[in-house]
């Protein structure tokens, strides 16, 4: 149980192009999910926090305008990013809490998004 | 601000050893803790919960908690070459948030 996926694993795009990202828990419903980003060598940062059917809640510092985020269902966030820039490329990945004892989270195998 | 440290590493330690990984957390509120490992390139995956003081085991895994001290620790016994990845301890917050350290490298050597 608990699992999440992602999709795309990987994306190449060019610079200026929007990139989507989707997030699915596959057996069960996630009531809060994370969307983070993570450097090569460096920790997991959190970039925003959605609840079903909400308004994401966005870390300070993160661009709402550039990093969109839906939160449509109990199994599925959305995360675009608009005009990508090649300082955009990262691991983005998200997670999902709602299976199991109160905060713990599962993480999506992520997506790795390289911006020409 | 809420702060989650851990000695980065790299630790080594030989193959069927203990190896001991150590994070401190800033907030004395907090009530749950947890350990990912993450493999290079992958996402982090869960081993364990603590949300108790004192010891939890789960097979060749225990943590430890002690709220106290503000600390908590995870044991690997008889460790392997397949633990070799990096330890993020992550300590639960407001709105179901996670704050995480930094990690610790952990490598096994044959």
């Known amino acids: 149980g608990a699992v999440v996926s992602q999709h795309p694993s990987r994306v190449i795009c060019k610079s200026g192009t929007s990139v989507k990202i989707e997030c699915r828990s596959l057996?069960?419903?996630?009531?809060?999910m994370f969307w983070y980003r993570q450097f090569p060598k460096q920790s997991l940062m959190l970039m925003a926090t959605?609840?079903?059917?909400?308004?994401?809640?966005?870390e300070q510092g993160v661009e709402k305008d550039k990093f969109l985020i839906n939160h449509a269902s109990l199994t599925l966030s959305t995360l675009t990013v608009t005009s990508a820039h090649p300082e955009d490329s990262s691991f983005y990945i998200c997670?999902?809490?709602?299976?199991?004892?109160?905060?713990?989270?599962?993480f999506g195998p992520g997506t790795r998004l390289t911006v020409l | 601000q809420k702060e989650v440290e851990q000695n980065s590493g790299p630790l080594s330690v030989p193959e069927g050893a203990i190896a001991s990984l150590n994070c401190t957390y800033s907030?004395?509120?907090?009530?749950?803790f947890f350990w990912y490992r993450q493999y290079s390139g992958k996402s982090p995956e869960l081993i364990m919960s603590?949300?108790?003081?004192g010891d939890k085991e789960d097979g060749r895994f225990t943590a430890q908690l002690n709220k106290a001290s503000q600390y908590v620790s995870l044991l690997i016994r008889d460790s392997q070459p397949s633990d070799s990845a990096t330890y993020l301890c992550?300590?639960?917050?407001?709105?179901?948030?996670?704050?995480f350290g930094s990690g610790t490298q952990l490598t096994v050597l044959p």
């Open positions: 997670s999902a809490t709602g299976q199991g004892p109160g905060d713990t989270q599962y």
């Open positions: 057996d069960f419903q996630a009531t809060t």
């Open positions: 992550a300590v639960g917050g407001s709105a179901r948030q996670l704050t």
């Open positions: 907030d004395r509120g907090s009530q749950s």
């Open positions: 603590i949300y108790s003081n």
């Open positions: 959605s609840n079903e059917g909400s308004k994401a809640t966005y």
